[in-house]
């Protein structure tokens, strides 16, 4: 659809809150909790000693997680990937689908929560009303640059866009630009995250990423909706 257009949406915020140093890439508290809940899950079941957490975690981050993180707070990025590395080695086998499932298990909690008004626009989509194909996309295009619009509450780097594949008339591409501190785990976790959305238009399985170059993660619908 030649009307859709790229809608950027800028994800910077200012960087405070304990685990990070002044202008770091940081990702906000309310999901920073989230993964370090589930470290606590390992602990508390015997999977990891807290002596083995320093196979992945440096001495002055194993200090700072002894602090509750707040909710507006913000977090070193590399914190938040070597807590998922954990979780991934541990919990997951030393699978990356792992943390996409975790991704996914994400996206159904905001879901059910209805605390973030773009996700919880998945429940009342226009996509069931729509009639034609041509509908169909563009209530889809709506929905997924709500969903992109999240990027700016979670992470205080990188710009994230949703506008047409150039080289599909019927999918998307989510683009993430400045995104050489984008670590992996975080972006398999994006993709469980963005499918279980997808699932919600009756879509699974829509969605995969890739690196195309160092400051530059792509997005793609693998089949026409």
């Given at each position: 659809m030649g009307s859709e257009r790229s809608s950027p949406v800028d994800a910077r915020r200012p960087s405070r809150g304990a685990g990070s140093s002044p202008g770091a890439p940081c990702i906000t508290g309310t999901v920073f909790a989230q993964v370090l809940r589930d470290v606590e899950r390992l602990l508390a079941a015997g999977q990891v000693s807290k002596d083995g957490l320093s196979r992945w975690l440096r001495p002055e981050e194993?200090?700072?997680?002894a602090d509750r993180p707040l909710p507006s707070g913000w977090y070193a990025i590399g914190t938040y990937a070597?807590?998922?590395?954990?979780?991934?080695?541990?919990?997951?086998?030393?699978?990356?689908a792992y943390l996409r499932e975790l991704g996914g298990r994400s996206a159904r909690q905001?879901?059910?929560?209805?605390?973030y008004q773009q996700v919880a626009y998945a429940r009342r989509t226009e996509i069931a009303r729509a009639t034609t194909r041509e509908e169909?996309?563009?209530a889809f295009g709506y929905d997924l640059r709500l969903?992109?619009?999240?990027?700016?509450?979670?992470?205080?780097?990188?710009?994230?866009?949703?506008?047409?594949?150039p080289e599909h008339a019927q999918r998307y591409l989510i683009e993430v630009t400045e995104a050489g501190h984008l670590p992996d785990e975080l972006?398999?976790?994006?993709?469980?995250?963005?499918n279980e959305l997808a699932a919600e238009h009756g879509?699974?399985?829509l969605w995969r990423w890739e690196r195309v170059q160092a400051e530059v993660v792509h997005f793609r619908?693998?089949?026409d909706l």
């Open positions: 194993l200090r700072a997680l070597r807590l998922n590395a954990l979780l991934r080695d541990v919990a997951g086998g030393g699978r990356d905001f879901l059910e929560s209805g605390h169909r996309f563009r969903f992109v619009s999240l990027s700016a509450s979670f992470l205080n780097f990188s710009r994230w866009a949703a506008r047409q594949d972006c398999w976790r994006a993709e469980g995250f963005v879509c699974p399985g619908m693998v089949r």
